[in-house]
């Protein structure tokens, strides 16, 4: 079954250490996202790739990085975490436009920066 | 830009009553693709209906919504709330110029006995 898949689940971080999330899709979709989760906020794009080798800005990629090495495959990457940084992050994977752009959504990751 | 309001943050009803979340967009696209995405507590969002063609009720799960374009809506209603309805829902918007979807900031729906 066509699946989105992040890890790790849970992750706790130091500030200012280097912290990777991982996305793995099996749906054979050109696109992924990355999302962040926070109350009061809804979901809120970080980065974003149309294919692999591709990663676009998203509405809030300020101390974020992404990294889109295979189709199946997309990393977000806080090079230097900070508490703010603390959230749910999402992972995503859709087709192109139009009505086949509903999003198949990876269980999330929480992670807290201390 | 394209964008998506949803009035409400909290809906807070009783089981058995009607459920109708608002949802109205902005975009210049003529022919935008709507959706609804629901997300349960501690679970991933997904989808839960969608729809691109105008004055068209959308059915799935005993919710329904209808694109008015001239009105820039696409509501969420259900006739009669059950507890198991509790959740997050969010309302969103595509189109054929962009490769993303845009999300409402979200309506938490809280379904009491």
């Known amino acids: 079954e066509a699946a989105v898949t992040q890890s790790p689940r849970n992750k706790v971080a130091v500030t200012g250490g280097k912290v990777t999330l991982s996305c793995n899709q099996t749906?054979?979709?050109?696109?992924m996202y990355w999302y962040r989760q926070d109350t009061g906020h809804g979901l809120r794009l970080i980065h974003y790739s149309y294919g692999a080798g591709s990663t676009e800005k998203g509405d809030i990629p300020d101390g974020y990085k992404a990294s889109r090495p295979s189709q199946e495959n997309f990393s977000l990457i806080l090079e230097l975490a900070t508490p703010s940084q603390t959230s749910v992050y999402f992972c995503a994977s859709g087709d192109t436009g139009g009505a086949n752009s509903d999003y198949t959504f990876g269980s999330g990751t929480r992670l807290l920066v201390i | 830009g394209d964008s998506v309001t949803q009035t409400e943050g909290l809906v807070t009803l009783t089981e058995g009553l009607p459920v109708m979340l608002n949802c109205t967009y902005q975009t210049i696209y003529s022919n935008p693709f709507l959706f609804w995405y629901v997300q349960h507590l501690n679970e991933s969002p997904r989808l839960l209906l969608k729809s691109f063609t105008d004055n068209k009720r959308t059915e799935h799960q005993g919710f329904h919504a209808t694109l008015h374009k001239s009105s820039s809506s696409f509501h969420l209603q259900k006739s009669s709330a059950q507890l198991s309805d509790s959740a997050l829902y969010y309302c969103?918007?595509?189109?054929?110029?962009?490769?993303?979807?845009?999300f409402g900031d979200g309506t938490q729906l809280v379904v009491k006995p």
């Open positions: 969103a918007l595509s189109d054929l110029s962009n490769n993303r979807i845009f």
């Open positions: 749906n054979n979709h050109n696109n």
